[in-house]
């Protein structure tokens, strides 16, 4: 029979009850450091009391109107999102998913609206995940994800990661865009290099094409500047983020130049629930913390503990280890077993960490985690490491 929730997902045999900071905690108090964070999402961890505050007293005066009225709240973080980005204007989604539609709906409505409607095709990279509608499966491309789901979308091409002479190959007048992520998650934390966002952009203005990032995962803070891309010294046309930008609490948005933005207009999308009171006065807590003067600062200098500490615990166990990648606390374990070993020596160990794609298990900390917890991680890691590595032998 099947069960009363779809059995799309392998879940782990673990269920908490509540969360503190890094920390989640099971019914009868058992206690797991938290290195995935909701896969992401968390980044000022479990219960902060600024977020639950902000939630509380948003609960107390108004939940939900939909967007046919005004919605104070969301103009503010739409404000502080501007503040603090390249971009002109941002429409709220509650996915990421939902806003990787909505980059694509922007691209060919920029196109339609310049009189190319004919350029409808974006480029995109092997490894890459943009969600899981089936636009946004199209996009990605992997036969993971769209085996099964009949006809997809057409107006994709896919070219290998980091391969910059088979995008130059791919581009033609047809091109409406190229849509990467910075640093690949799902794929496994495959960190994009500046020179080649550099050139990539370079490209994009040459040919006239838009320049779409999928900072989902990597922004907010995630990998020590605000978003993954400044790093790079460069900036997009169009952006999607989620997960950190709510704390936990379901929210994302398309950030976008006005030039990019130049289709977009009244009735050509929407969204019921997008931005609501709720989901914004989240959003401007967290906003407010993380462009805070120092807080990046701070997880800048954790990071360089975290990875320091990661470097030697691969040297350790070269059997298990092949290396660290990542930028900020975005990182990952290339390992040289299946992830799953380690994520499951892990539970054993109360930490919870994600496995991702080439092999990797990714650790995505709360950028508040505490020097002690990553000391403690980085045992348990160890520890973790040990049990699969007995179990080999």
């Not at 948003?58 to 709240?73: D, F, K, T």
């Not at 092999?359 to 508040?368: F, I």
């Amino acid at each position: 029979m099947i069960p009363h929730v779809l059995p799309t997902y392998n879940r782990a045999p673990l269920e908490f009850e509540r969360g503190e900071g890094a920390w989640a905690i099971t019914a009868d108090g058992t206690r797991y450091l938290d290195l995935g964070a909701g896969i992401a999402v968390n980044v000022l961890g479990h219960a902060h009391p600024e977020l639950v505050a902000a939630l509380t007293a948003q609960a107390g005066r108004i939940w939900h109107v939909s967007n046919l009225y005004r919605i104070p709240e969301q103009e503010a973080l739409a404000d502080l999102l501007v503040a603090h980005s390249f971009a002109d204007t941002v429409f709220f989604t509650n996915s990421g998913t939902e806003a990787a539609e909505l980059a694509i709906k922007m691209v060919r409505k920029y196109f339609d609206h310049a009189g190319e409607p004919d350029r409808i095709e974006i480029i995109t990279f092997d490894g890459a995940f943009h969600g899981r509608s089936t636009g946004a499966i199209a996009a990605a491309g992997s036969e993971k994800m769209v085996k099964g789901f009949g006809p997809l979308m057409p107006g994709f091409r896919h070219v290998p990661f980091g391969d910059l002479d088979a995008l130059r190959a791919a581009i033609s007048d047809k091109t409406a865009a190229v849509m990467i992520e910075p640093i690949q998650g799902e794929g496994g934390i495959r960190v994009l290099p500046d020179a080649d966002l550099r050139e990539i952009r370079a490209l994009c203005d040459k040919t006239g094409a838009l320049l779409v990032l999928d900072e989902v995962q990597s922004g907010i803070g995630r990998t020590g500047r605000l978003f993954a891309h400044e790093y790079a010294g460069i900036a997009p046309d169009i952006m999607m983020i989620a997960k950190g930008i709510g704390g936990g609490f379901p929210l994302g948005a398309v950030l976008a130049s006005e030039r990019a933005a130049a289709g977009m207009v009244a009735g050509s999308h929407g969204s019921t629930y997008g931005g609501n009171p709720l989901a914004s006065a989240v959003g401007t807590a967290v906003m407010e913390i993380v462009t805070a003067p120092g807080f990046l600062d701070e997880v800048n200098r954790k990071a360089g503990a975290l990875r320091q500490k990661l470097e030697a615990l691969v040297a350790a166990h070269p059997a298990i280890f092949e290396e660290v990648r990542g930028q900020g606390l975005m990182l990952g374990l290339k390992c040289k077993i299946a992830p799953a070993e380690l994520v499951t020596a892990g539970y054993a160990e109360h930490l919870l960490t994600i496995p991702a794609a080439d092999n990797t298990v990714r650790l995505l900390p709360p950028l508040n985690i505490t020097e002690a917890e990553i000391d403690e991680a980085v045992q348990r890691l160890d520890r973790a490491a040990a049990r699969v590595a007995a179990g080999a032998g």
